[in-house]
Nanobody, 128 residues
Framework: QVQLVESGGGLVQAGGSLRLSCAAS????????MGWFRQAPGKEREFVAA????????YYADSVKGRFTISRDNAKNTVYLQMNSLKPEDTAVYSC?????????????????????WGQGTQVTVAS
C-alpha cells in the first residue's frame, strides 16, 4: 500500500505563490507517475500536472502552464507543486495521486482512473 499526504495549502492573494507538497510512504518503490488534480466548488475534479518518477517528464494542463511547476525529490519520496501568479479561479482542493504504471501520453496522464492512490487533499484559496 501507498499513503499520500498533502500539505502547503492556504489562503493567498491573487498574484501570490504557494508550494504544495505530497509525501509518499509505504511501497514507494512501486510508484512511477505522480500527479496533481484539483476540484473547485461545484465542479468536477480536473487534472493539473504530472511527473514521471524516473525521468522527470512533466505535463501540465493548459490553464496552469507557465505558472505552475511540478517537481520531485526521490530521496524524500515527495512531489511538489510550485504555484505562481495565482488567480481566484485556481481556488480548489488540490489532491495528489500516484500510479504504479508509467503514464506518458497526455490522455493517460489526465485520466483519474489511471492513478491507484490518492491523498486527502489540501485547500487552496486565492482571494481577489
Amino acid at each position: 500500500q501507498v499513503q499520500l499526504v498533502e500539505s502547503g495549502g492556504g489562503l493567498v492573494q491573487a498574484g501570490g505563490s504557494l508550494r504544495l507538497s505530497c509525501a509518499a510512504s509505504g511501497r514507494t518503490f512501486s510508484l512511477d507517475t505522480m500527479g496533481w488534480f484539483r476540484q473547485a466548488p461545484g465542479k468536477e475534479r480536473e487534472f493539473v500536472a504530472a511527473i514521471n518518477w524516473g525521468y522527470s517528464t512533466t505535463y501540465y494542463a493548459d490553464s496552469v502552464k507557465g505558472r505552475f511547476t511540478i517537481s520531485r525529490d526521490n530521496a524524500k519520496n515527495t512531489v511538489y507543486l510550485q504555484m505562481n501568479s495565482l488567480k481566484p479561479e485556481d481556488t480548489a482542493v488540490y489532491s495528489c495521486a500516484a500510479s504504479q504504471v508509467r503514464l506518458e501520453l497526455p490522455t493517460t496522464l489526465k485520466t483519474q482512473k489511471n492513478y491507484a492512490y490518492w491523498g486527502q487533499g489540501t485547500q487552496v484559496t486565492v482571494a481577489s
